[in-house]
């Protein structure tokens, strides 16, 4: 478990750094990957609720911090995105191969109607048709291409654990 | 647990809204953020020579057309040069003529502070960047920030070694400023309109627009006087509104911006 955190903290940690410093520079009709969300979700899916809750209020931290804005703003975005990503995960998810997809594009989604919201309720003056109309789409496509490597890193670092019920062969 | 990490952070961005900015949550993030800027600056250098590399393939692409762009241009503002340094010689004798004290002036009147980009909010909510120099290097709250192209915007938030820059671009951001052949004055917002510009002014297509500079009862812009914002695109009226509608285009190239100027006044 402890093996657990400190790769989780790793790995969100270094998805934060680079999300702020390179990925954020990318600008196609304002949308750019959101590393930081897809390797939450990865981690999310593979390791559930408390740990997706966990590790999204973390790297929500980190995000706010590195780029000095409101703090705790992206932590209760990724807080929510985690914990609901871990559900999914716990319950059906985990197993299917189209999970970490669906995923990542429900969540990108839900994730960009959520910061408007919660912008709108801090009175800053946000575009909705630029945030969900010109940046969504692109958005979305980067995060959809960022699901295949960072869901593959993430499965060797974080295997899933034992289920209970192992196959046996019966001999004779 | 969940929730009590929603709560947690209900109540983190309920104390960072209500306290000032030297309260003790900003006092932490202030902190925070100099533990992460050897990570970002670190990061910004790794990927410095590969955006280089990106940059200069993708500028050769337009290089030839803007080759044959920039020679028509440099041809007109030779001839402009000459007549500006006239004028300038002129101004400055009549103006010992007539004893005229001047306000605060760029950039004589500004020292300043170079520093690198070293991330950007992960959202197309805020157009904002945040520069690897803080209050250590002098900076301060509202202080203006260039580059050599013109206005980049202002100075948002300090922390020790960095600071929260608030671009031109940004919804938030208004800079009064004025049309240099027509000195019709307006209202700069988010970087693209030239707003409150009265229908009995004059604006035509491009126009220069600098920054005004303003001083009224003790009160005075943030902005130095004179510092080039952009040129004007588009321009009309209708019967119903009050002002003129002025489109513009701002100087810099907000997407190609690795580093700025932070002019901090000589006298504060």
């Keep these: ?172 | 647990m969940a929730g009590v990490l929603v709560l947690l952070s209900i109540g983190l961005i309920t104390i960072y809204f209500r306290e000032s900015s030297g309260g003790g949550l900003h006092q932490v993030q202030s902190a925070g953020a100099t533990v992460l800027r050897p990570f970002e600056v670190a990061a910004d250098r790794v990927s410095r020579p590969f955006r280089d590399a990106y940059g200069y393939f993708a500028g050769l692409i337009h290089a030839k057309s803007q080759n044959a762009q920039l020679r028509r241009d440099l041809d007109k503002w030779r001839q402009q040069a000459t007549l500006n340094a006239f004028a300038a010689s002129q101004n400055t004798e009549l103006l010992k003529k007539l004893h005229f004290v001047n306000s605060r002036s760029f950039p004589r009147s500004y020292t300043y502070v170079g520093a690198d980009i070293i991330s950007q909010p992960p959202t197309a909510f805020e157009q904002q960047v945040v520069i690897a120099a803080g209050s250590a290097s002098g900076i301060q709250k509202f202080d203006p920030v260039v580059t050599d192209e013109g206005l980049v915007g202002t100075v948002a938030t300090v922390a020790h070694n960095t600071s929260l820059v608030a671009l031109l671009v940004d919804d938030t951001t208004s800079v009064s400023a004025i049309d240099v052949k027509t000195r019709a004055p307006g209202i700069i917002k988010g970087g693209s309109t030239f707003d409150h510009v009265g229908k009995d002014l004059r604006v035509n297509k491009g126009d220069w627009l600098v920054t005004a500079g303003w001083k009224s009862n003790g009160l005075s812009s943030i902005y130095p006087p004179g510092i080039p914002i952009g040129q004007v695109t588009a321009e009309g009226q209708n019967e119903v509104d009050l002002y003129k509608h002025v489109q513009l285009q701002p100087f810099v190239n907000f997407k190609t911006l690795s580093s700025v100027l932070v002019l901090i006044p000589k006298k504060r």
Excluded at chain 1, 14 to 24: D, K
Excluded at chain 1, 38 to 64: E, K
Excluded at chain 1, 133 to 153: D, K, Q, R, S
């Design chain 1, 1 to 172: 478990m402890i093996a657990d955190i400190a790769k989780g903290a790793g790995v969100l940690f270094v998805a934060a750094i680079v999300q702020v410093t390179l990925l954020s520079q990318i600008d196609v009709f304002h949308g750019a990957p959101d590393l930081v969300l897809v390797t939450l979700v990865s981690v999310a899916l593979l390791r559930g609720t408390i740990f997706g809750a966990a590790a999204g209020f973390g790297a929500g931290l980190v995000v706010d911090t590195a780029t000095l804005q409101t703090l705790g703003v992206t932590s209760l975005l990724l807080t929510i995105a985690g914990y609901w990503i871990g559900r999914y995960g716990e319950t059906t998810g985990r197993d299917r191969t189209h999970a970490p997809f669906v995923s990542v594009a429900v969540v990108t989604v839900l994730y960009s109607f959520g910061a408007l919201v919660l912008h709108y309720m801090l009175g800053d003056t946000a575009s909705a048709s630029r945030v969900l109309l010109n940046a969504l789409p692109f958005e979305l496509i980067f995060n959809l291409i960022l699901t295949v490597p960072v869901y593959a890193l993430c499965r060797r670092l974080f295997r899933p654990p034992p289920s209970g019920l192992e196959e046996v062969q019966l001999l004779g």
